[in-house]
T-cell receptor, first 116, second 111 residues
Framework: DVKVTQSSRYLVKRTGEKVFLECVQDMDHENMFWYRQDPGLGLRLIYFSYDVKMKEKGDIPEGYSVSREKKERFSLILESASTNQTSMYLC???????????????FGDGTRLSIL | GEDVEQSLFLSVREGDSSVINCTYTDSSSTYLYWYKQEPGAGLQLLTYIFSNMDMKQDQRLTVLLNKKDKHLSLRIADTQTGDSAIYFCAETPYNFNKFYFGSGTKLNVKP
């Protein structure tokens, strides 16, 4: 089974801090994604990466950056945390296009981040 | 981006059938997925359907796809309290990296 591991289930940080959320997958997937989930808004894509050192902005990239130095790890960075970034953050991975066929996304358990 | 629409809430009684609906706009969708999210957890793949199929059955789950109307539904037979969760539909075009998710339908099962 695919395992996507997010480093923390719950995290509390202060306004202005630099925050790192880490995600690791063990299936050699090319694609990795960061979403935030807020009540009534569903999942919103922040950034995704389709290969090492490659990244693309999603729908709501403002206030965030990402890093993908190794294939299995995708980090989300809040450069200067603000209270409106309090949310549930979900990481996902997926095989690349070259795999073809059925390529579902596999999700981690999420990190509930509170910014005080 | 593509639009995927779902109603936000559904409430049923234990033992009844639940039907969760989803509409999408992308005519090139290849795979359509249903995910389940239990409280405090990530999304778990529940089932999926390939776009050349009309129906797929998997135990208590039946997925129906109407490509002409771009309508996808998930029917859960004999709904149990353990089925209470948020259900997301998602679609992806072929050879494309992004997924498009609906906003999720919160299913409440009353005993």
């Amino acid at each position: 089974d695919v395992k996507v591991t997010q480093s923390s289930r719950y995290l509390v940080k202060r306004t202005g801090e630099k925050v790192f959320l880490e995600c690791v997958q063990d299936m050699d997937h090319e694609n990795m994604f960061w979403y935030r989930q807020d009540p009534g808004l569903g999942l919103r894509l922040i950034y995704f990466s389709y290969d090492v050192k490659m990244k693309e902005k999603g729908d709501i990239p403002e206030g965030y950056s990402v890093s993908r130095e190794k294939k299995e790890r995708f980090s989300l960075i809040l450069e200067s945390a603000s209270t409106n970034q309090t949310s549930m953050y979900l990481c996902a991975s997926r095989p690349g296009v070259r795999t073809g066929g059925f390529r579902p996304q596999h999700f981690g358990d999420g990190t509930r981040l509170s910014i005080l | 981006g593509e639009d995927v629409e779902q109603s936000l809430f559904l409430s049923v009684r234990e033992g009844d059938s639940s039907v969760i609906n989803c509409t999408y706009t992308d005519s090139s969708s290849t795979y359509l997925y249903w995910y389940k999210q239990e409280p405090g957890a990530g999304l778990q793949l529940l089932t999926y359907i390939f776009s050349n199929m009309d129906m797929k059955q998997d135990q208590r789950l039946t997925v129906l796809l109407n490509k002409k109307d771009k309508h996808l539904s998930l029917r859960i037979a004999d709904t149990q309290t353990g089925d209470s969760a948020i259900y997301f539909c998602a679609e992806t075009p072929y050879n494309f990296n992004k997924f498009y998710f609906g906003s999720g339908t919160k299913l409440n099962v009353k005993p």
